[in-house]
Structures are given as C-alpha cells and as structure tokens.
C-alpha cells in the first residue's frame, strides 16, 4: 500500500473560519487514498503566553491570514480533491487516527453565546495543559480528565449556490458537526455536492461531552489520518455515521425537536434499505433499541443523533 498522503497547515492550506465550493483544491487524492492531515485550533487570543508552545505553523498562519468579519473562528485545513467524485455520490469518510499535535488546549466562555446565554455574560478562557503521554488533560484547578480525540468539523464543499457559508453552522454536506461519536474507528458519510467532494477538515477536540452546551470544548490541535473512497451505491443527502457496533443517523436543524425527527426518520429508511423491514416495523425497532442523544446545542442548526446496535439489524 502507498504511503498515505501529508497535508501540512499553512497559509496556502488553511481557510480561517469559512467553507467556500470556490476554494480551490490543495491536494488532488485517488479514491481510497490515506491522507495524514495537520490541523490547528485557536485565534490569537487564545494562545498560551509562552511562544514556545505555540506551533510554527500555528503562528504562521495566524501572521498571514485575516478574518474576514461575519466569519467562523475555525482553521479548516484543504481542501483535497477525491478523484472521480461527482454531484449525488458520496464520500465515505474512515477515521483511522485523531491525535493532539501539542501540549495545550483551551476552553471559553463567549458573552451571550451556549445554552445559557443571559446567565453567563463575560468572557472566560482557561488554559488546559495536555500530557499526549499519558492521555491526560488537567485543568486550572488540577483535576484530570481523559482525552478523546475527535474533529468537530469534517466537510464537503458545499453546494455551489450557496457561496461562502461560515463554518459554526452544520449543514448537509458535514461542517460543524462537533458529534462526539466521530472517533477514530468510526466510518463518516458525506453526500457529495461538487466534483472532487473537495474535503475539509478542523475544529479538533481532546474531549466534549454530548451538547458542548457552552460552545467551546476542550479545543485543541490535532493531526488526523482518513481514507477517502468515492461511493456511488450510498444516495445519502444528509451526513450519517457507523461505529463497529452502531448506526449513526444524524439530524441538523435549528429545532432540536425537528432535529430528533431527522434523525430518527434517517434511521428508519437505513433500516428499511438494509435490512428488509418496512417503515413501521422499523420504526418500532428504532424506539425498541435506538438511542437519541442530543449532539450539540450551540452551532445555530442544534444537532441529534441517534445510536442503533448493528447486532439488531437482521432481515425478518
């Protein structure tokens, strides 16, 4: 097998808070290529006072780039071409690794933001201190937790029409997902809206509990390696996921409640189409043995997923 591919974080290859069909493509791969990928979390306020700490290619970016107002705060770094991709395939996203890139994270409180916004009305950061060893993080006060790596953003262009979109809101081609199931192990798909997919990544986590009800998490910057393979045979037009064990249908929207249907009528026509149950048997079986879990709360299209035991998925 090929060496999977190196794309580094630079200038050139980081788009500071947007997703754009229009970006044009920073690495052209074969479909079912392994692409290793740097990535990088945090504006310069939120870096440590120490210079050393910082990543060269953090700074460089942070020294080349401007933000543009209206504009998310996540480096997103691509995106790659997929060869053969086209509108209406899919891409199949396999997470083989998402590993901390250095020894500090951060989490934020941002005025009038989360779930909570009349009650928490400053802005707080703290700084996190990360042991890549020992898979620990511990916080200000010293207590430990363990880390869980995972992107909160992996995206498709999206479509062309749309334009510049910022990258807090999820939509349907990926994005600001921030679904904490999405660890390495775990198989993501991506309805595709341009040719070449055109995939982007970011927003790297060392840990989140289900919600990120505050809008930050432990935000960190990770280095991931996927392995991106065109699929014709999946005509999805809403990003989905499976673990070894799980299903992982998958709602967006800005109604949580609209949300959970979504994700619960996306899990009843995965069952219908794979294993030969009809609508209500399946929606029996969703209710039996799925479980909604509330994704995120925060990134104006509130996200809810929904877990289904492979296990269960025999034919009548």
């Known amino acids: 097998m090929p060496a999977p591919h190196h794309l580094t974080a630079t200038p050139d290859t980081v788009a500071w808070g947007y997703l754009d069909a229009a970006r044009r493509a920073v690495l052209q791969v074969q479909s079912g290529d392994e692409v290793v990928i740097d990535t990088l979390s945090g504006e310069p306020e939120n870096l440590p006072a120490d210079p050393a700490r910082v990543l060269p290619d953090h700074r460089a970016v942070l020294e080349a780039q401007r933000k543009e107002r209206g504009e998310g705060v996540h480096h997103l770094t691509g995106p790659i071409h997929v060869d053969g991709a086209r509108p209406g395939d899919c891409l199949q996203i396999d997470i083989l690794a998402a590993t901390p890139r250095q020894d500090?994270?951060?989490?934020?409180?941002?005025?009038?933001?989360g779930i909570l916004p009349a009650e928490f009305t400053d802005y707080q950061q703290i700084l996190i201190d990360i042991d890549r060893v020992r898979n620990?993080?511990?916080?200000?006060?010293?207590q430990s937790i363990a880390l869980d790596p995972f992107f909160g953003i992996m995206a498709v262009a999206p479509p062309p029409e749309w334009g510049r979109l910022a990258s807090p809101v999820p939509w349907a081609f990926g994005g600001n997902i921030d679904n904490r199931a999405l660890v390495p192990g775990t198989t993501l798909y991506l309805p595709?809206?341009?040719?070449?997919?055109?995939?982007?990544?970011?927003?790297?986590?060392?840990r989140q509990g289900d919600g990120e009800v505050c809008i930050d998490a432990l935000?960190?910057?990770?280095?991931?390696?996927?392995?991106?393979?065109?699929?014709?045979?999946?005509?999805e037009s809403a990003p989905f996921a499976e673990t070894p064990s799980h299903w992982i249908s998958m709602g967006l929207h800005p109604s949580l409640d609209q949300a959970a249907e979504q994700a619960v009528r996306q899990m009843v026509q995965l069952l219908t189409t794979r294993t030969g149950l009809d609508r209500s048997q399946a929606f029996m079986m969703t209710s039996m043995l799925g479980d909604l879990r509330i994704t995120q709360v925060v990134d104006g299209n509130k996200g809810v997923h929904m877990l289904y035991p492979k296990d269960a998925t025999q034919a009548p």
């Open 136 to 142: 620990q993080a511990t916080l200000p006060w010293g």
């Open 104 to 113: 500090w994270g951060f989490c934020e409180i941002l005025p009038l933001k």
């Open 219 to 235: 935000e960190t910057a990770l280095q991931g390696r996927f392995r991106l393979t065109v699929r014709r045979d999946i005509p």
């Open 192 to 206: 595709v809206f341009n040719d070449g997919a055109l995939f982007s990544v970011g927003d790297g986590h060392g």
